[in-house]
């Protein structure tokens, strides 16, 4: 075991960058979301697996790449203004929205100041988004059945109290 002048041993000084950049990589390909990170210009300069298999695009063919140049029309969207807010806030921001890239899925997305530019993070959340419908549709439902019963309730005790009082005054 070897230390320095200050008593550190050589295990305890930090890791080469190398070893920081795979480590990175591992945290990026691990965490089983989307992630891409760009820079203040929206370059693309990380783009992880989750990200490429939802955009259908591989990280060497966006990396480096302007975003709104992969995405037209994406920065007039409501993400693509709340991407602009957060890069001129420099504030973390969360949205649900539609993608803009494959229609009919709903996206969960985290932005974050990264650096001089972004990070973003998103997962699918299709599927909650259909559990909510339809949990909606069956709201609405029993409340327009509860209401329709109520009305019904309304309506029998109303002409039973008219025939008692018929009755009472023969």
Do not use: C
């Not at 993400?79 to 539609?98: D, I, N, V, Y």
């Amino acid at each position: 075991m070897l230390r320095n002048e200050f008593g550190v041993t050589i295990s305890d000084l930090p890791r080469q960058p190398s070893d920081s950049e795979s480590e990175l990589r591992l945290i990026l390909e691990g965490i089983g979301e989307g992630f891409y990170a760009v820079d203040r210009d929206w370059r693309i300069r990380r783009f992880n697996s989750e990200a490429a298999r939802h955009f259908g695009r591989s990280p060497l063919d966006v990396l480096g790449r302007n975003l709104w140049g992969l995405f037209p029309g994406a920065r007039e969207t409501e993400l693509g203004r709340l991407f602009l807010e957060a890069m001129a806030t420099r504030k973390s921001m969360r949205s649900e929205t539609a993608s803009v890239v494959i229609a009919g899925r709903w996206l969960s997305y985290g932005l974050f100041p990264l650096g001089d530019g972004l990070g973003v993070v998103f997962r699918d959340i299709t599927d909650r988004k259909k559990a909510e419908e339809q949990r909606d549709l069956l709201i609405r439902e029993l409340d327009h059945r509860v209401k329709n019963t109520l009305a019904s309730v309304q309506a029998i005790a109303g002409q039973t109290f008219r025939d008692v009082e018929a009755n009472a005054r023969q």
